[in-house]
């Protein structure tokens, strides 16, 4: 049997009489690639926002390897072992990529105000061991031969992926993406797949949020559905795809 890696449990959310989720249960295993997917609507980012602090539930339980996270303040839950990334890309243009990979890393640069201030050699041993972090984490996703550039000069699909090396940077156990394909073209999405394998294969969980039904199918192992704040269905992309309850709710006739 799959440890599990997080666990929601008769997760509720309501926005004053407005229910959002209903009775929400699943887990999602250790070392795995899991898929949330829904039509708009149906709540996908608000579980999202409840598994990293940024709302906090109505009912039920969220677990993250055994701990409950209900009332635990973002940035704790990022020190946990969980990063995200967003539907709308938060880099730092201005900075160049390996400048934005290190910012994830500054929790990993131990050194004091009188270090960075005279430059000790604790402070320049610890931005030497950032910046070897930080090109190893581009080197993943492909972009390390772009180390130097501004962020603002990349494509939307390179932008995405710089995300997710600072996401790592973190050294997440779990990594939320949502909706990491968005934007992208065929190419790049073939690429993107390949790469979130990797990250798996290195020992990271991943969970997303996404639209693109050939991307989802084609990637995660396991898959819950979304419809109208209830999950409709759960299992593996051949049972889910093939459930008639998602069919009718979400796919359509001509997705089978």
Not at 92 to 107: A, C, Q, T
Request: with cysteine; aromatic share 8%; hydrophobic share 45%.
């Amino acid at each position: 049997m799959s440890v599990s890696l997080l666990s929601i449990r008769n997760l509720g959310m309501h926005f004053g009489g407005l229910s959002v989720l209903q009775d929400v249960s699943f887990e999602v295993p250790a070392g795995s690639i899991y898929g949330l997917i829904g039509p708009n609507g149906a709540g996908k980012t608000t579980v999202f926002n409840l598994i990293t602090g940024l709302l906090q539930p109505s009912s039920g339980s969220i677990a993250f390897q055994g701990e409950s996270l209900v009332g635990v303040p973002s940035h704790r839950i990022t020190h946990r072992g969980i990063a995200r990334t967003f539907q709308n890309i938060r880099i730092f243009k201005e900075m160049d990529l390996l400048e934005n990979v290190m910012v994830g890393l500054h929790e990993q640069l131990r050194y004091g105000g009188i270090d960075l201030l005279f430059n000790t050699a604790a402070c320049r041993a610890a931005e030497k061991r950032a910046r070897e972090r930080a090109f190893e984490l581009l080197t993943w996703v492909g972009l390390a031969h772009k180390a130097d550039l501004l962020a603002d000069n990349l494509s939307y699909g390179e932008q995405r992926k710089l995300e997710f090396a600072r996401a790592l940077a973190t050294e997440p156990k779990l990594l939320l993406l949502d909706e990491p394909v968005a934007g992208m073209n065929p190419a790049e999405k073939a690429i993107l797949m390949e790469e979130i394998r990797n990250i798996r294969d290195r020992g990271y969980g991943v969970f997303m949020i996404e639209h693109d039904m050939r991307f989802v199918m084609g990637l995660c192992e396991q898959i819950a559905v979304l419809n109208f704040g209830r999950i409709i269905a759960q299992g593996t992309p051949d049972e889910v795809r093939n459930n008639p309850d998602v069919i009718e709710a979400y796919l359509g006739k001509d997705e089978q």
